[in-house]
């Protein structure tokens, strides 16, 4: 069994600044790519930075030169966000490609953790 799971959101004021982390764990052989997304309220979920291992990032145009995607190590993704806006409040999910230890590649998802900006 695999599992992510998310800490670091919370409330933080326009301008300011939070860390998010997701950790992979259980019967895992590979961590393929890992990333983000979110869900405000009313809107569907959308794409905000992934991080393939050993590649390069990508971001969505809303979020680019503001947060920081990064990999403590194979298990482990980070979002940092900066100069946060009224309108990143919302869900965060972490999502990872896995390839378990029976060598079958799925995606998972993270329960989600919540990030309001308050102005």
């Known amino acids: 069994q695999v599992q992510l799971v998310e800490s670091g959101g919370g409330l933080a004021q326009v301008g300011g600044s939070l860390r998010l982390s997701c950790v992979a764990s259980?019967?895992?052989?590979?961590?393929?790519?890992m990333g983000w997304y979110r869900q405000a309220p009313g809107k569907q979920r959308e794409f905000v930075a992934t991080?393939?291992?050993?590649?390069?990032a990508n971001y969505a145009d809303s979020v680019e030169g503001r947060f920081t995607i990064s990999r403590d190590n194979a298990y482990t993704v980070n979002l940092q966000m900066n100069s946060l806006k009224s309108e990143d409040t919302a869900v965060y999910y972490c999502?990872?490609?896995?390839?378990?230890?029976?060598?079958?590649?799925?995606?998972?998802g993270g329960q989600g953790t919540q990030v309001t900006v308050s102005s």
């Open positions: 991080l393939p291992a050993g590649g390069n």
């Open positions: 999502n990872a490609e896995i390839t378990n230890s029976a060598r079958a590649t799925s995606l998972y």
């Open positions: 259980g019967s895992i052989f590979r961590v393929n790519n």
